[in-house]
Structure formats: C-alpha cells, structure tokens
C-alpha cells in the first residue's frame, strides 16, 4: 500500500497537482482508515490529496492505473453430459460392449431426462451468449455502457465534493480568527459572501419605510369625533428611518488583522445602505483606508509592529472626525483594546458617545481573555451601546447583526 500511495502522490504531482508532506502524510492516514473497499478508499484519498474539485478527473485517472480493477480468472465450463456419453461409447469398442448396452438399456430414461436437462443449460446459455454478442454488436452499446458508468462515477463524485464542502464550510464558521491559516481564509471566500448578504438584508429590512409607526393621537383624537369621541380608527406615524453615517475604526495589528479583513468584506456590499461610509485602520494612531479588491490600502503609511495605543487613536479621532460624528452616525470599534499599558483616554469615547447616535464595540478576543493582562475593555465598555465578541465568522456575523439591529 505505501508504495501504491508513493506512485498516486507523483502521478499527481507529474500531472500538476501540488501534494504537500502533510498531505501526504493524511492520505496515509485516510488510506489507513478507509480500509481496501476501493470507492471509500478512492474517496478518502482524494479528500486528502487534491483541493480543487476540477483536478478530480487526473485523480481518478491516476488512481485507476495506479489501483487496476483485478482482472477475473476465466471460467471453466462443464462437458455437457450427452457429450461424455458420445466419448464412453466411442472410446469403448475395444471391450464390454453387451455389458454397456445394457446398462445403456437399463439406464436410457434417467440418461434421457439428464440430457434434456444438459441440453436446456447449454441452449440458455447459448441464447445469453447472444444476447450479449448482440448487446455488444448493437451500434454504440459498449460505448454507451462505459458513458453511463463514467456518468455515474462523476455524479459520484461531485454529490462527495459537496459533502466535503459543505463539512468544509461548517468548520470555518466556527474557526477562531487567530487559529486560521491563509489556507483557511481563502477557502472562507463563499462563507463570507453569504454573511454580507445576510448583513445587507437587515439593512434593507431596517430601513426601509414603514406604513406603521408610533400611534399618531391627534389624528386618531380628531377621527374619534365622528364616532362620537370613540376611537374606532387608529392612525399612526410612518416610519422613515434615516440612513445613518458610519464611521469604523479597524484595528490592523496581527492580532485582529483578519478579523478585520473578515469584517470589511461583510461590510463593503451593505455601504450602499449608509448614508456615507469612512473607515479608518489603527496600530498606535489613526490612518484612513479604503478597501478595494479584498485588500486594505491605507491613505498613509502604518507601522504594523508598533505598540498599540488606543488612547492617541481615540485623540486622533476626536482631531480628524470630528465632522462625522453627528447625531446621525454609529461609530463602531473592531479591537481587543489591549492597550500596552498606556493611557485608555476612556475619556474620548464618552465625549464621543454624546455626540453620535450609537457607538458599538467588536472585540475579536474571547470573553474569558477580556480585562486580562493589558486589555482595558471594561474601561471603554461604560461608554459604549454594545460589546459583542467577534473571534470567529459565526460571531462576527451576530455582531454585525447587532450593529444592523441598532442602525
């Protein structure tokens, strides 16, 4: 089996399949557990060892040559009796000839019924000979036979790509941020496209115009005279909710940088749904940015291995923002506000709270890590609407649900 698996894994890279030791190392394992029934082996190897489900036909050609179908032995028919009967009596001149004609006297109905029965087989097999002389013969026949099985065999194996896929997804939604590889975040591609659509569908839900708001009691009150002062109608105020002005400040250091690369692409189909939309990344002070094409492009150079310091972004912001902050925005915060013992400047943020509609903190972190070591959440949670963990997609996608909620 090692050298069969050894032969799959550079048939594969031969034909252009990159098949890394670990890989390598998987595929033993799953080859292993799959045991010798060859389509679950066929299955777990090729879950090991390929990533792209349009590589699935070199690997199943490779796999083929590499574990061939055993051919069947012939099978070796039987004599009919009545041609064994023909040879005994042919061969059998030389002696006891009265002798077998009597026992050929003697036995002629058993002997009869028995060459009925021999006669019957080889007819029935003669007819399944041309049955299958003539299934064969038949125009396209055996090239439909094999079609059909390399139908079935594709069908097979793209209902096992989906299943693979969709265990793929479910993992990833639940990874955390921090434990992902770049492997991870680029198979996180149609998991984030299905967060943004939920996220731009609570927007639209949120904002659009309502026939039924508050209860509108001078119009009730006033339709309330033709009933002779009874309520009978009610009226009610329609809601047109503003759309609100967001302002975003992103961490950018290592570790909420892919949190906030998750968040951005979540956010970047709903800006349609602001009314204005800033964004601003940080490490120690603040820097506008945009995001294009799946990649920050900040307006200005950042030190990625700075310190933290979310006292002087929270200066920063009251310096270069201060226009944005009105009673029409949210200002959210992605960080995990461990600040490197410096100054929290809690202080800011209050100032900012009183000026914009809401203000929402998304921590990457886990909540048993909060207020630990040099983390001051608690200290900018007073000033805050909300504090919501965001340390894996299915968390980002309740906080970001919530930032919708509170829009």
């Known amino acids: 089996m090692k050298a069969r698996l050894a032969a799959l894994i550079g048939a594969l890279r031969t034909g252009g399949v990159p098949v890394s030791v670990a890989e390598a190392i998987d595929a033993a394992s799953a080859a292993a557990a799959a045991g010798v029934e060859r389509a679950r082996l066929a299955d777990a190897l090729a879950a090991s060892l390929i990533k792209d489900e349009g590589d699935r036909l070199l690997f199943d050609e490779c796999f083929a040559r590499v574990f061939p179908i055993p051919s069947r032995p012939p099978v070796r028919r039987a004599r009919p009796a009545a041609t064994k009967a023909r040879g005994s009596e042919q061969g059998g001149d030389n002696g006891g000839g009265q002798r077998r004609g009597d026992r050929g006297t003697a036995g002629r109905p058993g002997r009869a019924a028995d060459g009925q029965d021999d006669d019957r087989g080889t007819a029935d097999g003669r007819r399944g000979n041309d049955r299958e002389t003539a299934a064969t013969r038949r125009p396209g026949g055996a090239r439909d036979a094999v079609s059909e099985q390399t139908a079935d065999r594709e069908r097979g194996g793209a209902a096992s790509a989906q299943r693979r896929d969709a265990a793929r997804q479910r993992a990833l939604r639940t990874m955390p941020f921090r434990a992902m590889s770049p492997r991870d975040v680029e198979d996180s591609a149609a998991l984030v496209r299905v967060l943004a659509r939920q996220v731009s569908a609570r927007l639209r839900r949120r904002l659009q115009p309502r026939r039924a708001g508050r209860l509108d009691f001078r119009r009730t009150l006033r339709a309330a005279t033709a009933h002779g002062g009874v309520p009978v109608e009610r009226h009610f105020r329609g809601r047109r909710p503003r759309r609100p002005v967001l302002v975003a400040l992103c961490d950018l250091s290592a570790s909420a940088a892919t949190a906030t690369d998750f968040f951005l692409a979540v956010l970047a189909p709903a800006r349609a749904h602001f009314a204005r939309v800033r964004l601003f990344g940080f490490v120690d002070r603040l820097v506008e940015i945009e995001f294009v094409d799946g990649a920050v492009r900040p307006a200005a150079p950042i030190d990625l291995m700075a310190r933290s310091d979310f006292g002087r972004v929270l200066r920063d912001l ?58 001051v959440i608690d200290l900018y949670a007073r000033h805050a609407d909300v504090v919501v963990p965001c340390g894996s997609p299915a968390e980002l996608a309740t906080a970001v649900a919530e930032v919708a909620r509170r829009s």
């Open 318 to 375: 009251a310096a270069e923002g201060e226009a944005d902050l009105t009673a029409d925005t949210v200002l959210l915060v992605l960080g995990d506000a461990r600040n490197n013992r410096l100054p929290p400047r809690a202080d800011l943020l209050r100032e900012a709270r009183a000026r914009v509609r809401r203000v929402v903190w998304l921590n990457p972190e886990p909540r048993e890590r909060w207020n630990t070591g040099d983390s």
